[in-house]
C-alpha cells in the first residue's frame, strides 16, 4: 500500500518561498500543495507565476492551492448576456480601476450569509494591500450615485490576470466592473484571465475549465511577455458595450 501524500511544508523565515512542482499537488483535497510559508511580495509573486494562489481562514496556516482543472477565461471570450448589455446601455454605474484598492478588498472580505468572503485573513488583506501598493494588485469599482456597489480585485503579471474576489451590493455590479474590465484588458493584450475555481457565476460570464498542464504551460509565456498596460493603472474605464 503506497503512502498518502502529504502537502509540502515551507519556511515561514524565508524572504521568499519556492514552491514544488504543481505535479505533486494532492487530488484530495484537489490542488492542495504546501502549507506555511508567508505572504511577502516575493513569494506571492514566485506562487502566481507557478501557478498557485493561497487560500484559507483563520486559524489555519497558510495554504496553498493548484488545481485540476484550473478555471479560466479567455477574454476574447467573454459572455456579456442580453440583460448585461441592457444593463451597460443604461448607464447606470461608473466604473473605475484603482480608485479605492482598500475598500474593495474589505467588502470582498466582508462575511455573506452563505459563508462566501471570510477566507480573506486580515493578514491576506494586508498582503495584497502592499501588492497594490508596489503595483502588482489591482483593483475595478463599480459606483453608483457616488457609493461603491460592485467590484473585484486580483493580480497582474505579464499578459495575465489572476483574479481574486468580487463583490456586489446591488445587482449585475460586479458583472458591470468585470464585462468592461475584460474589454480593458483585451485593448492591453491581456491573454487569459485566470478564476481559479471554477462557479456558476463566472461560467455565465464565459468562465472554462482546462487542464492544469495547459494553464502552467500558458502562464509560463504569458507571465513573461508585457502588456500594453501603463505602469499606473487608475483611470475611468468606458461604459461602452462590449460586443
Same mark, same amino acid.
Given at each position: 500500500?503506497?503512502?498518502?501524500?502529504?502537502? =509540502?511544508? $515551507?519556511?515561514?523565515?524565508?524572504?521568499?518561498?519556492?514552491?514544488?512542482?504543481?505535479?505533486?499537488?494532492?487530488?484530495?483535497?484537489?490542488?492542495?500543495?504546501?502549507?506555511?510559508?508567508? &505572504?511577502?511580495? =516575493?513569494? &506571492? $509573486?514566485?506562487? +502566481?507565476? #507557478?501557478?498557485?494562489?493561497?487560500?484559507?481562514?483563520?486559524? %489555519?496556516?497558510?495554504?496553498?492551492?493548484?488545481?485540476?482543472?484550473?478555471?479560466? @477565461?479567455?477574454? !476574447?471570450?467573454?459572455?456579456? #448576456?442580453?440583460?448585461?448589455?441592457?444593463?451597460?446601455?443604461?448607464? %447606470?454605474?461608473?466604473?473605475?480601476?484603482?480608485?479605492?484598492?482598500?475598500?474593495?478588498?474589505?467588502?470582498?472580505?466582508?462575511?455573506?450569509? *452563505?459563508?462566501?468572503?471570510?477566507? @480573506?485573513?486580515?493578514?491576506?488583506?494586508?498582503? +495584497?494591500?502592499?501588492?497594490?501598493? &508596489?503595483? /502588482?494588485?489591482?483593483?475595478?469599482?463599480?459606483?453608483?450615485?457616488?457609493?461603491?456597489?460592485?467590484?473585484? +480585485?486580483? @493580480? =497582474?503579471?505579464?499578459?495575465?490576470?489572476?483574479? !481574486?474576489?468580487?463583490?456586489? /451590493?446591488?445587482? *449585475?455590479?460586479?458583472?458591470? =466592473?468585470?464585462?468592461?474590465?475584460?474589454? %480593458?484588458?483585451?485593448?492591453?493584450?491581456?491573454?487569459?484571465?485566470?478564476?481559479?475555481?471554477?462557479?456558476?457565476?463566472?461560467?455565465?460570464?464565459?468562465?472554462?475549465?482546462?487542464?492544469?498542464?495547459?494553464?502552467?504551460?500558458?502562464?509560463?509565456?504569458?507571465?513573461?511577455?508585457?502588456?500594453?498596460?501603463?505602469?499606473?493603472?487608475?483611470?475611468?474605464?468606458?461604459?461602452?458595450?462590449?460586443?
Amino acid at each position: 500500500m503506497s503512502t498518502p501524500r502529504e502537502p =509540502a511544508y $515551507l519556511d515561514p523565515y524565508q524572504s521568499a518561498c519556492h514552491f514544488p512542482d504543481v505535479s505533486l499537488a494532492l487530488e484530495e483535497p484537489d490542488g492542495l500543495l504546501a502549507v506555511g510559508g508567508n &505572504l511577502t511580495p =516575493a513569494t &506571492l $509573486l514566485n506562487a +502566481y507565476r #507557478s501557478g498557485i494562489f493561497p487560500w484559507y481562514s483563520d486559524g %489555519q496556516p497558510i495554504l496553498w492551492w493548484s488545481p485540476n482543472p484550473r478555471a479560466v @477565461i479567455y477574454p !476574447e471570450r467573454l459572455k456579456v #448576456s442580453r440583460s448585461l448589455k441592457k444593463r451597460l446601455r443604461q448607464g %447606470q454605474f461608473e466604473v473605475t480601476l484603482d480608485h479605492a484598492f482598500e475598500e474593495v478588498i474589505s467588502a470582498c472580505a466582508t462575511a455573506r450569509d *452563505d459563508g462566501a468572503g471570510t477566507w @480573506i485573513t486580515s493578514e491576506m488583506r494586508a498582503a +495584497y494591500i502592499t501588492m497594490h501598493r &508596489l503595483g /502588482h494588485a489591482h483593483s475595478v469599482e463599480t459606483w453608483r450615485d457616488g457609493a461603491l456597489v460592485g467590484g473585484l +480585485y486580483g @493580480i =497582474a503579471i505579464g499578459q495575465l490576470f489572476f483574479g !481574486e474576489s468580487m463583490f456586489s /451590493h446591488t445587482s *449585475d455590479a460586479s458583472k458591470v =466592473a468585470f464585462a468592461l474590465f475584460v474589454e %480593458q484588458l483585451k485593448r492591453w493584450q491581456f491573454s487569459l484571465i485566470d478564476c481559479q475555481i471554477g462557479s456558476p457565476h463566472m461560467t455565465s460570464l464565459g468562465a472554462e475549465e482546462i487542464a492544469r498542464s495547459a494553464f502552467i504551460n500558458h502562464i509560463d509565456a504569458a507571465c513573461r511577455t508585457p502588456s500594453l498596460a501603463p505602469k499606473q493603472w487608475r483611470c475611468t474605464l468606458s461604459a461602452q458595450t462590449p460586443a
